[in-house]
Every structure is written in structure tokens, then in C-alpha cells.
């Protein structure tokens, strides 16, 4: 077996159980596209097979990749027909064309716990975004993804914006090889038929430098943190807020989705000087 390289933070899992539980989450049809992102050592490469789907694996460690390629070719027979639903890419995930696949591919996927955040922002945010996603992901990670009013995030706006989450299994670490130091989780991210606030394509990124600047200063009150983030004084971050009915003593994570859009058309008043958010 390839030693696992930290620096590509390798865990690999071979538990056929939760391995299963994975696919089936998945809900797999054959002839469905899925890519998979990391295959590792390609366990879950070969349910996914075994499930009829296309499966567009993408590993960045060339090792890996061409081990996973000859490990196809030498399938059995019972799996001899489905091995050529296997495309090996070796390659950076972040700089894979997604736009080659097809609008309903699925994601399915073990994923290093350092690129999880960069990731999931590609992905959602992708001209060409997964109808699903199901993933291994970093325990805590999962919680942050699935949270709401109290615990948000600006990795859980950012993600909600786009899908549903929901949580799934806890891995616990020594499923794992080598074992990481912390449990894992599935968590499923269902894609939405449009954003849960509507917005239309430019607006997504101003929307977000709103709740960017927000979360800038997580540990202040919104009043601080919008003035810092924005840019403005904070008798205008006061206006602002009250404006979209929300009291300047809240923080960041104890807002809704729907409540930082309430900011977000706040400040676009704010901006043309048409409404009435004035510092009184």
C-alpha cells in the first residue's frame, strides 16, 4: 500500500460499512456521473463503480492516480464492463474544468480536511455546480455547514445560499488510515432550484461582501464589525442595521441567511443615498 502523504492530508478509508452508507446516500442510478475528488486508494472508487456510475475520479498525488488507473484495467471479470465507466484525472481539483461534466453529476468524496472550505466555495459557486453532494468531511466541519441562527458561519451562508445540508454518520477516526486526530462525518448537501434569498448572478458577490465583513470581527458586536468590515462609521452601521431590523448588539452568528439579506438591501440603499438609512 502507497504511504500516506500529510501533506495532502491522506486518510483512507476502508470500512466497507460506511463506505455503503455513503453510496447509498447518494441515491446512485446507474449511468449517473459522479466525480470524486482524492480517491486515494480508490475503495470508494470501486462502490461507485459497482453502483453504475461514471465515475471522473480527480487525485492530485500521480502515484495514486496511476495506481487507481491499472487497478481498473485488472478488475475482475464480474467488474471487467464497468471499469471503463472509470476516467482517472491526476490534477489539482481547484483548477478542473467542471464545466465538462453533466449538469446532473453528483459529488461523492473523502475529503482532505485542508481544502474543504476552498472547495465547497468552487464547487457551489461553479458555472456548472453538483445537483448533490456527499461527502466525508471533518466532524466539525459537517456541524458548521448544518448550522443555524446562533452557530452560523460564513462557510455555512456561503454553502446555504446554494444547497441544503444535511448531517449524516459519524466516522470515528480509526476507520481511517493513517487515523486522523479528530471523527469524521458525512454530511449531504442537496442543491437548491435557486438561491434561498433571491439575488441575481452579480449580486452574489456584494451580497457576500456584506456577510464577509460581518464575520470579520466575530467576537465583536455587529455595529464594530460591519463599520470595520465596510468601511463606515458606526453611527451608519447603526442605521444600517436598523434599517434591516436588527439590533446593532447582536453578533454575526446569530443571524439567519434571511436576516443578513435584510443588510445586504440595507446597504444597497445606503450606497445610492435613495432610502432613508441615515445615521440619526
Not at 464480474?78 to 471503463?84: F, H, I, R, V
Not at 448544518?146 to 446555504?160: E, R
Not at 432550484?193 to 433571491?198: G, N
Request: aromatic content about 4%; some cysteine; charged content about 25%.
Amino acid at each position: 500500500m502507497e504511504s500516506a502523504k500529510k501533506s495532502l492530508g491522506q486518510h483512507w478509508l476502508h470500512d466497507e460499512p460506511t463506505l455503503n452508507y455513503i453510496c447509498d446516500a447518494a441515491n446512485l442510478k446507474p449511468g449517473e456521473t459522479v466525480l470524486e475528488i482524492g480517491p486515494g486508494t480508490g475503495t470508494l472508487t470501486k462502490k461507485l463503480l459497482e453502483r453504475g456510475a461514471k465515475t471522473v475520479a480527480v487525485e492530485k498525488d500521480e502515484a495514486l492516480a496511476t495506481r487507481l488507473q491499472g487497478q481498473a484495467l485488472q478488475q475482475d471479470s464480474a467488474l471487467q464492463g464497468q471499469s471503463l465507466q472509470l476516467e482517472v484525472v491526476a490534477g489539482d481539483i481547484l483548477e478542473f474544468d467542471l464545466r465538462r461534466l453533466p449538469s446532473s453529476y453528483k459529488v461523492v468524496a473523502n475529503i482532505p480536511y485542508y481544502l474543504t472550505s476552498n472547495l465547497l466555495r468552487v464547487l457551489s459557486e461553479s458555472v456548472d455546480p453538483p445537483s448533490l453532494m456527499v461527502l466525508l468531511v471533518q466532524k466539525e466541519v459537517a456541524e458548521r455547514l448544518c448550522a443555524g441562527p446562533g452557530q452560523m458561519s460564513l462557510l455555512a451562508v456561503s454553502i446555504q445560499l446554494y444547497y441544503r445540508p444535511e448531517l449524516g454518520k459519524i466516522v470515528p477516526a480509526e476507520l481511517f488510515t493513517p487515523s486522523p486526530k479528530v471523527d469524521s462525518q458525512v454530511v449531504i448537501l442537496h442543491r437548491l432550484p435557486a438561491t434561498r434569498i433571491i439575488l441575481v448572478a452579480n449580486e452574489v458577490d456584494e451580497f457576500m461582501k456584506v456577510v464577509k465583513a460581518g464575520f470579520s470581527q466575530r467576537r465583536k458586536k455587529l455595529r464594530s464589525s460591519l463599520s470595520g468590515g465596510l468601511g463606515i462609521g458606526k453611527l451608519e452601521a447603526d442605521a444600517l442595521l436598523k434599517e434591516a431590523g436588527i439590533s446593532g448588539e447582536q453578533r454575526a452568528q446569530e443571524l439567519s441567511l434571511e436576516q443578513w439579506h435584510n443588510i445586504y438591501k440595507a446597504s444597497t440603499i445606503q450606497k445610492s443615498g435613495s432610502g432613508v438609512v441615515q445615521p440619526e
